[in-house]
């Protein structure tokens, strides 16, 4: 139980800057990829009544984002729909919770993980542009895994009750 707990605080407990200057001007990329991430580039394959793939039930994909990562072969081949969710998910639902600051290394991770996909199984062969944007929003959940939210989020409001 100790241990839970210890693991708890770890992922939750943000490091906070010297100034709070600090924090403010590691919250910015933070909410704006947020923002990026919800709004465009995750709401598009979940299907959001903001998106540009209306239409879609609550726990469905477009149906375009199965057959793209089917593609990519192996692994994601013998499980399209899965992996696609898992996709959306982490980019709507991960960017989200970076833009709030709550469970924010959890999200980063997700967001990390999904990226370095997107890099190395779908934007690779297109060159440096098509690459920038997973690139940018990989370095961002990289440093918010480290740091956490810091003291603009729920993260740092839920640690110092702990």
Known sequence: MKTILKLSK???????QKHWFGDFLF?????????LLTLSFGSDKFGMPWSSTPN???FEVAAWFPKDVAEY??????????FAWMGAFSEAVGGLLLVLGFKTRIASFLIMCTMLVAIFMQKWGGGMWGMLPAMGFLWVSMFTMY???GRFGIDNLISKKL
């Open 10 to 16: 770890f992922l939750i407990t943000p490091i906070n």
């Open 27 to 35: 919250a910015i990329p933070r909410i704006i990829c947020g923002l």
């Open 56 to 58: 879609l039930g609550l």
């Open 73 to 82: 072969g192996g692994l994601f081949a013998l499980f399209p729909v899965f």
């Open 147 to 149: 740091l956490g939210s």
